[in-house]
Structures are given as C-alpha cells and as structure tokens.
T-cell receptor, first 111, second 117 residues
Framework: DAKTTQPTSMDCAEGRAANLPCNHS???????VYWYRQIHSQGPQYIIH???NNETNEMASLIITEDRKSSTLILPHATLRDTAVYYC????????????FGAGTQVVVTP | GAVVSQHPSWVICKSGTSVKIECRSL??????MFWYRQFPKQSLMLMAT?????????EQGVEKDKFLINHASLTLSTLTVTSAHPEDSSFYIC?????????????FGQGTRLTVV
C-alpha cells in the first residue's frame, strides 16, 4: 500500500512558483519525507528531504506540517526544464534506500 | 550531488541471450546499491538490494536466478538478465547509498533501456 498520496498531475506557468502537495497521514516519528523527480527516460533526481523542520536548498523548499501528515514541495520559479514526474516518499534510515515509489505527480511547466 | 553511472545506456539483445548492466558510484563508496525496473507509463519498482560482499536480497516476485546481482566492490554492482525474453524489456535503474553519503541521501544512475527482440 502506498504510504503517500499525490495528485496525478498539475500544470504550472513558467516563472511562477509550483506547489506540489503530498499527504502522508500514516507517517511515523522516525520517517523522513523525501522528494525526487524523474525527467522522461532518465533516472530519478534527488531534490530535498526533511524530518519535521522546513528545509530549503538551491532547488526547492520543503514545508512539512506540524503534525507531519502532509508536506508541500515548492519550486520557487518553475522553468520548462522542471517538467517531470515528482515523487514524494517517506522512509526511515533503517530501510534506507529501499524506495517505494508511488505514481507521483506529473508536472508540466508551460511557457 | 554524487555521481552514479550506468552502462550501457541502452541495449538491444536477442531473446535467449544474457545482458549485463553495470552500476558505478564514481565519487563515493557505496555500501548498498539498489536495482529498480520501470515499465512504460509505470513507476519504479524495487527489484533487489545488494550490499558489498554479500548476496543480494530480492523483492517478492523477482526471480533471483534470472536477475543475477553482483556487488563485488564498493563502487560497482552488476545486474545480469539471463536468458532474456521480450517481457524483460524495460528501463533498469540502479541507485547507490552509504559511504560519505551516510544514511540520508541516495543517488540514481541514468538508467539502462533494455529491449529484447
């Protein structure tokens, strides 16, 4: 069973912020939230991860709700190259690397 | 980020032959490598976990005698698809974790497109 729920698809205008939601209502205390994306016919690319605090790096920001049951990935200024499938994954360091990918969100950035 | 390289990027083989795919961590030592398979319009499915120097652990439903995994060094893991059939045609992707990455990051190779004819 999928541990996360994401919208199937979303469109975003180039230059605007893209906000990608993810529900993980059954997340346990030692599970991290990870985001990866997969551009067509390539391997997944790491974006960001967090446990309970909000995180920001050069690619994106991750906002995790206080109860940790949901999170939002924010791409601050979407470009056409951000068109990809975005995966939200929860996992513990005990099972580190054994990603269980869901269907993800197909993001299409339009000019 | 760290670099994980797969070779070849694509391969076409005849039915009944075997194909070997290499996964290398180029700038770190990977204590654990993972192999995934992705069919068209589907998500990635974990096939197996390999730890350097030990036997791979396969996910349920993955035939270990068909998909041979070797992780002989901290920078190289290989997946051999034996007696390949057209239904084995897929996108195979490896990922690597551990070493200086610790237990919080993993990086993926670019994938290998296998077509069995």
């Amino acid at each position: 069973d999928a541990k996360t729920t994401q919208p199937t698809s979303m469109d975003c205008a180039e230059g605007r912020a893209a906000n990608l939601p993810c529900n993980h209502s059954t997340i346990s205390g030692n599970e991290y939230v990870y985001w990866y994306r997969q551009i067509h016919s390539q391997g997944p690319q790491y974006i960001i991860h967090g446990l309970k605090n909000n995180e920001t790096n050069e690619m994106a920001s991750l906002i995790i709700t206080e109860d940790r049951k949901s999170s939002t990935l924010i791409l601050p200024h979407a470009t056409l190259r951000d068109t990809a499938v975005y995966y939200c994954i929860v996992m513990t360091t005990d099972s580190w690397g054994k990603f269980q990918f869901g269907a993800g969100t197909q993001v299409v950035v339009t000019p | 980020g760290a670099v994980v390289s797969q070779h070849p990027s694509w391969v076409i083989c005849k039915s009944g032959t075997s194909v070997k795919i290499e996964c290398r961590s180029l700038d770190f030592q990977a204590t654990t490598m993972f192999w995934y398979r992705q069919f068209p319009k589907q998500s990635l499915m974990l096939m197996a976990t390999s730890n350097e120097g030990s036997k791979a652990t396969y996910e349920q439903g993955v035939e270990k005698d068909k998909f041979l995994i070797n992780h002989a060094s901290l920078t190289l893991s290989t997946l051999t698809v034996t007696s390949a059939h057209p239904e084995d045609s897929s996108f195979y992707i490896c990922s690597a974790a551990g070493g200086r990455l610790g237990n919080t990051e993993a990086f993926f190779g670019q994938g290998t497109r296998l077509t069995v004819v």
